[in-house]
T-cell receptor, first 114, second 114 residues
Framework: DSGVTQTPKHLITATGQRVTLRCSPR?????VYWYQQSLDQGLQFLIQ???????AKGNILERFSAQQFPDLHSELNLSSLELGDSALYFC?????????????FGSGTQLSVL | AQSVAQPEDQVNVAEGNPLTVKCTYS??????LFWYVQYPNRGLQFLLK??????LVKGSYGFEAEFNKSQTSFHLKKPSALVSDSALYFC????????????FGTGTRLTVIP
């Protein structure tokens, strides 16, 4: 068990809908990362937060947004969902933002857009 | 820009034989390189990393990796494969931006045959 908790584990929704994925980092970790894993695009970095502030942005669509709350949990909001958004979404955390620090991954949220 | 490439989608090896999973990188400057493993229905787990120092890095579960600057490679190795090593292996490189987010390769599925 990595100590990173993601909810829900599975999510089935329809095109055009909006969903929220939740991540609780390991106790004491300040940095949260979101990744999307799909068969055609592999593992793509979406966004990183550090102590409540956006730290780095990757291939995140404008329809997607995220935030990190004062208690350090994070939410990834996906709106106007399309079939192609179906993927496994991972959250990871690390203690700080120091380069080279290893990431601890949650088990992911499997999103199916029908 | 920074990137890693995993030229093999699939590697099969007999139990007890040595295994190698290949990774090459493209980074300007000194690379921070990582290997992660993903077991079915689980998040990624850290195996090892190279930041500086000895070119041979030892990690979890008996794995090691060799950093080769002239060949821009960071191959993952293990002297004797176990059936339980069967999993999806990802090579990753740290972003150049200074943040700790990682860019992952496409993954190599390792199957150890009993």
């Amino acid at each position: 068990d990595s100590g990173v908790t993601q909810t829900p584990k599975h999510l089935i929704t329809a095109t055009g809908q909006r969903v929220t994925l939740r991540c609780s980092p390991r106790s004491g970790d300040l940095s949260v990362y979101w990744y999307q894993q799909s068969l055609d695009q592999g593992l793509q970095f979406l966004i990183q937060y550090y102590n409540g502030e956006e730290r780095a942005k990757g291939n995140i669509l404008e329809r997607f947004s995220a935030q990190q709350f004062p208690d350090l949990h994070s939410e990834l909001n996906l709106s106007s969902l399309e079939l192609g958004d179906s993927a496994l979404y991972f959250c990871a955390s690390s203690g700080t933002d120091r380069a080279g620090e290893k990431l601890f991954f949650g088990s992911g949220t499997q999103l199916s857009v029908l | 820009a920074q990137s890693v490439a995993q030229p093999e989608d699939q590697v099969n090896v007999a139990e007890g034989n040595p295994l190698t999973v290949k990774c090459t990188y493209s980074v300007s400057g000194n690379p921070y390189l990582f290997w992660y493993v993903q077991y079915p229905n689980r998040g990624l787990q850290f195996l090892l990393k190279y930041i500086t120092g000895d070119n041979l890095v030892k990690g979890s579960y008996g794995f090691e990796a060799e950093f080769n600057k002239s060949q821009t490679s960071f191959h993952l190795k293990k002297p004797s494969a176990l059936v339980s090593d069967s999993a999806l292996y990802f090579c990753a490189v740290r972003a150049l931006s200074g943040a700790n987010n990682l860019f992952f390769g496409t993954g190599t599925r390792l199957t150890v045959i009993p």
